[in-house]
């Protein structure tokens, strides 16, 4: 708990300047995550009820992943590279004729094709069936310069920074030590919404 509590403060105290005060709260929150059947999700659960029985397939992958890196920074980078290399950018409404579907992992490596909550859940999949702690990793959803959006934040212990790891929008390939830090910007990402992972859910108050 006590490392967990590090971290969380860590990654406030860096990104969002103070987790206890406004305008973050801890919170449940539901997300319509499938418009074909208004299917509405708690979107941490979305990632955690995926993770109890992963399939053999991202189990394989996460391990070979796992076995060729060097450290966790370096793992990171080669599932972005993984996912990128291996998906497809394609819209929802081109994929499943609706403005919004949040596929499995699993079907999004399948089918090889998604957006960024696609490719970039995928890449949280993969990162913790690897070995990255949750404490290490974030997802977020907010606004970048061209509209709404999915991303993840990781935390380096290496570094002691954390850093934004995006398969669609911005992707980065540079290796960790060598790459800026997160930091919100208008002409990038502009603001997130919330921030959430298997432990927190956090969701910005609008004043």
């Known amino acids: 708990m006590e ?10 105290g860096d990104t969002f ?8 709260y801890t919170t449940i929150y539901y ?10 999700r708690r979107i941490d659960k979305f990632l955690s009820e995926q993770l109890i029985t992963p399939h053999p397939d991202l189990v394989s992958v996460a391990k070979t992943l796992r076995e060729s890196a060097s450290s966790q920074d370096d793992l ?6 993984y996912v990128y290399s291996r998906v497809t950018y394609t819209s929802d409404s081109a994929n499943f004729g609706v403005s919004e579907v949040w596929a499995s992992a699993y079907d999004v490596w399948f089918s090889k094709k998604d957006d960024c ?8 999949i993969l990162a913790r069936l690897a070995g990255i702690s949750d404490l290490k990793l974030w997802s977020a959803i907010g606004d970048v310069k061209e509209g709404g959006h999915y991303w993840l934040f990781y ?3 290496e570094t002691d920074k954390w850093y934004s790891i995006d398969a669609t929008y911005y992707p980065d390939f540079t290796k960790i030590p060598y790459r ?3 930091e919100f910007k208008e002409s990038r990402y502009v603001e997130a919404w919330c921030v959430f992972n298997e432990q927190y859910m956090l969701k910005q108050r609008k004043l």
């Open 155 to 157: 935390f380096s212990t």
């Open 76 to 81: 990171v980078i080669k599932i972005l590279r």
């Open 31 to 40: 997300y319509l995550t499938d418009r074909r059947y208004g299917d509405t």
């Open 17 to 24: 300047k103070d987790i206890s005060s406004p305008p973050w």
């Open 180 to 182: 800026q830090t997160f």
């Open 117 to 124: 909550d696609g490719m970039n859940s995928l890449i949280y």
């Open 3 to 12: 490392l967990s509590k590090k971290y969380v403060l860590k990654f406030f």
